[in-house]
């Protein structure tokens, strides 16, 4: 019983991680450019009342999850546009387009709220399911939460066994040399900013037509946009370990929920807010593994040093810095 119990549980973490797997791989795909884009919070939210809409409209749910991700699309060009031509900072940018999103998606959505609409279906994996523990915990899920296992290994396998991903994290590294072997710098960070926007609003399209389906306020995905920034910094800008921070981060929230059965006396806020104080303790923690004190502490406790390098991390060395065409 213990055992079923705990797959239940484990299941329900993948498939709530899989719109942040989604935002944050979006994300590292932007900054893994050189490019900032701080809109995602507002994005997810925008995203997440078009796609209901527009999946309510139509009761056509692949057309919602386009509508989102075109969404996401379009806010990051936004990003890109000014950053790149206007030469405007992206943090300032970012920052403006995330509360302009999120009135815009309350206010258009206004009269979409809480009504029900289409939602995606489970569609266990013939076989797979089948598999002990492992089937219930990954095969029995929609197919959003499969392309989402899809979307780690195709990215990981782009960023690092393919001369495509070479070329993208030579730009986020240096710019300038990347120019000087003949790329467009510019169109490539471009491009790459509009595939993490879409990806993001991939990312709310799920919230509303899966995670939390139907639309109204609060929704319940204000503050993933943020976690999603930060899981990308906790992830090292490396597709396997921010998605490995995606589910940890749902891990927690699963936990919250737990505990709150648990001990019904405390607030159940105390339990819902528990995850982000703790991933910005993980912050702390990758922050202060970069010290030099550190590192030499280290040396006295060699059992601590596969963690401590685990969340040793560099950003790109072109992160947020605009290049100008010489």
Not at 7 to 25: E, K, Q, Y
Not at 265 to 283: E, G, H, N
Not at 299 to 308: D, I, N
């Amino acid at each position: 019983m213990m055992d079923f119990s705990l797959s239940i549980l484990m299941a329900s973490v993948v498939s709530g991680a899989a719109p942040l797997v989604f935002a944050t791989l979006g994300e590292t795909f932007t900054e893994r450019v050189g490019i900032i884009n701080l809109s995602l919070d507002g994005t997810i939210l925008l995203s997440a009342m078009v796609s209901f809409a527009v999946a309510y409209e139509t009761q056509n749910l692949m057309c919602g999850f386009l509508a989102g991700g075109i969404v996401g699309a379009l806010v990051a060009t936004i990003v890109a546009f000014t950053s790149l031509f206007w030469g405007l900072s992206q943090v300032a940018v970012g920052f403006v387009l995330t509360l302009m999103c999120k009135d815009l998606a309350y206010f258009l959505g206004n009269s979409y709220t809480r009504i029900q609409g289409p939602q995606l279906s489970h569609l266990p994996l013939p076989f797979l399911e089948k598999i002990p523990v492992i089937g219930n915990i990954l095969f029995q899920h929609n197919i959003m939460v499969y392309l989402s296992y899809a979307c780690i290994i195709a990215t990981w396998f782009y960023f690092y066994r393919t001369n495509w991903g070479l070329k993208l994290r030579s730009i986020g590294e240096n710019p300038r040399a990347a120019y000087t072997r003949g790329f467009s710098v510019r169109k490539i960070q471009f491009g790459y900013t509009i595939l993490g926007g879409f990806l993001v609003g991939i990312a709310g399209a799920l919230y509303s037509l899966s995670v939390k389906p139907g639309w109204g306020r609060p929704q319940g995905a204000e503050g993933i946009g943020w976690i999603a920034l930060a899981i990308v910094i906790f992830g090292g800008w490396d597709p396997l370990k921010v998605a490995f921070g995606a589910y940890f981060f749902g891990f927690l929230q699963i936990m919250g929920v737990v505990f709150q059965s648990w001990w019904p006396s405390i607030p159940a806020q105390v339990f819902q807010v528990a995850p982000f104080p703790l991933m910005i303790f993980i912050l702390v923690l990758i922050h202060l593994s970069r010290r030099k004190a550190v590192n030499e502490w280290l040396e006295a406790h060699p059992l601590l040093r596969p963690l401590v390098r685990f969340l040793q991390v560099n950003p790109p060395a072109s992160l947020g810095k605009t290049y100008h065409k010489e």
